[in-house]
């Protein structure tokens, strides 16, 4: 695997920028309900969440059509790709998922002791799923997708999707990352959470980090069989990780339809303008369904970034399938503007 990432040597040094771009953050939340129950609620932060955390459970269990044991918090769903990572991969074993994917659940499996299977995505960006069931071998211990991926923005079709998880979960659990679900329209029907009310062994993580805008405030959750859930909860009260008024923002926030609608609509607002602007510039931005957006660059990651932050614009660089990649996040339209005027600068 030839995936590679720039980062910054030191995030301590991290400068000030006019434009943040490089964590796929909400530029407008986090959603105003969500903030004024946050507000209200911090006075009771002397508490434990115990009672509270399960208002928040059974109201998520709800809306995804599961039962509250379906159904396990953690503070960000980081938590939860890692803890899952820790348990299934302490003894070993691979991960098959596509290249480039999200690496953080793959980076921790690796470390607890497991390997990666990576399969190149298709030339169309979505996952090739075939492929990806022919590396499955005895030592698979778990399959991880992420749709829309990143951090290529792309999507792979819902449809052939809930096909391979059905039929692949019965050999191994599948693992689907569903961090971007909401910027798609009609996010739902794009979910693989009606499998789990067929049984199967699937594990799909969500988060309130991107559409509701709460990524500082780390709630996240994942929808799963009780008897996975069981085993992941064996080493892990993720629950326990969420603050008090966190909680209270979660069950607010998930109620917000207006701010959730406009997070949307102002995403694609500045997706169309970022992609336009790219293409008038010259470069080849790869069609995004989410809110970032990667484009091919010729420069060396390192000193590309360097330049970037100078121009007080942060963005990521990668290097995959060959290639070098900005990877940059959409913020407001003046922020994307602050964003197209440095790379005007920079690489053209
Ligand atoms: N999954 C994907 C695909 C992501 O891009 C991210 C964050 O960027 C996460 C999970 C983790 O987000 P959080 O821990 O804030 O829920």
Redesign the pocket.
């Given at each position: 695997p030839f995936f590679k990432e720039y980062l910054p040597d030191d995030l301590r040094e991290f400068p000030v920028l006019e434009a943040k771009l490089n964590?796929?953050e909400n530029p407008y939340g986090p959603s105003p309900m969500g903030l004024e129950a946050l507000k209200k609620s911090a006075a009771g932060g002397n508490r434990y969440a115990w009672k509270e955390l399960f208002q928040l459970v059974d109201k998520i269990a709800d809306f995804e059509g599961v039962t509250s044991k379906n159904i396990m918090m953690g503070p960000?769903?980081?938590d939860l790709?890692e803890k899952t990572a820790m348990v299934l991969f302490m003894n070993g074993g691979n991960v098959v998922s596509a290249d480039p994917a999200?690496m953080?659940l793959i980076r921790v499996a690796e470390a607890a002791g497991g390997t990666w299977k990576p399969v190149p995505l298709k030339d169309d960006w979505s996952h090739d799923l075939d492929a990806m069931e022919a590396a499955i071998d005895e030592d698979t211990k778990l399959v991880y997708i992420?749709n829309p991926n990143?951090p290529t923005g792309t999507i792979t079709d819902s449809k052939k999707l809930l096909d391979f998880c059905s039929r692949v979960s019965e050999k191994v659990p599948v693992f689907v990352?569903e961090?971007?679900l909401w910027f798609l329209e009609e996010g739902a029907k794009h979910s693989m959470v009606s499998l789990i009310n067929e049984g199967k062994d699937v594990i799909i993580?969500r988060?309130f980090?991107k559409i509701h805008g709460m990524?500082g405030l780390r709630v996240?959750y994942a929808v799963a069989q009780e008897a996975t859930l069981d085993k992941l909860q064996k080493i892990t009260r993720a629950g326990m990780g969420i603050s008090y008024p966190s909680v209270f923002a979660a069950i607010a926030a998930m109620d917000d339809e207006e701010f959730l609608d406009s997070s949307r609509t102002l995403n694609a607002e500045a997706r169309t303008y970022t992609f336009e602007s790219l293409k008038a510039m010259g470069f080849e931005p790869v069609p995004s369904y989410t809110s970032f957006m990667i484009f091919p660059i010729e420069m060396d990651g390192k000193a590309f970034l360097s330049q970037m932050t100078e121009l007080k614009v942060g963005v990521r660089a990668f290097e995959f399938l060959g290639k070098k990649w900005c990877r940059v996040s959409m913020g407001t339209l003046d922020e994307m503007k602050l964003f197209t005027a440095a790379i005007s600068k920079v690489l053209v």
């Open positions: 964590a796929n960000g769903s980081s790709l999200y953080s992420c990143n990352d961090a971007y993580a988060t980090s990524a996240g």
